[in-house]
């Protein structure tokens, strides 16, 4: 068993993006993440497909889904395999996702 601590969360921007930033906590070899990201208010989660399942857990803030819902703190959000989407921070936002296979970024 491994345990992450809060104090060991070390945030990276993401990308060239300093309105995101990224605490990866797992890798797997078949391309699947873990971790958490924290995104700025009015910044977006850029588009991307999912190639195997993915789970987020909303911690804290709000953000637009792009489809007319909205995914809040406490709300668990389930994307299918080749989802297509982009989300839009309404407020600071702080969420857990695991992307199973990992992403393509579009």
């Given at each position: 068993?491994?345990?992450?601590?809060?104090?060991?969360?070390?945030?990276?921007?993401?990308?060239?993006?300093?309105?995101?930033?990224?605490?990866?906590?797992?890798?797997?070899?078949?391309?699947?993440?873990?971790?958490?990201?924290r995104?700025?208010?009015?910044?977006t989660?850029?588009?991307?497909?999912?190639?195997?399942?993915?789970?987020?857990?909303?911690?804290?803030?709000?953000?637009?889904?792009?489809?007319?819902?909205?995914?809040?703190?406490?709300?668990?959000?389930v994307?299918?395999?080749?989802?297509?989407?982009?989300?839009?921070?309404?407020?600071?936002?702080?969420?857990?996702?695991?992307?199973?296979?990992?992403?393509?970024?579009?």
């Amino acid at each position: 068993m491994r345990v992450i601590t809060q104090n060991e969360h070390e945030f990276h921007p993401m990308g060239s993006d300093s309105d995101l930033e990224v605490c990866m906590v797992r890798e797997a070899e078949n391309g699947g993440i873990s971790g958490f990201i924290r995104i700025r208010k009015g910044a977006t989660l850029p588009r991307h497909r999912h190639i195997d399942a993915e789970e987020t857990y909303m911690i804290k803030g709000r953000m637009d889904l792009g489809d007319g819902r909205i995914a809040q703190a406490g709300d668990y959000l389930v994307m299918d395999p080749d989802e297509v989407h982009e989300m839009v921070a309404m407020e600071d936002s702080l969420f857990f996702v695991t992307a199973h296979k990992g992403v393509e970024w579009l």
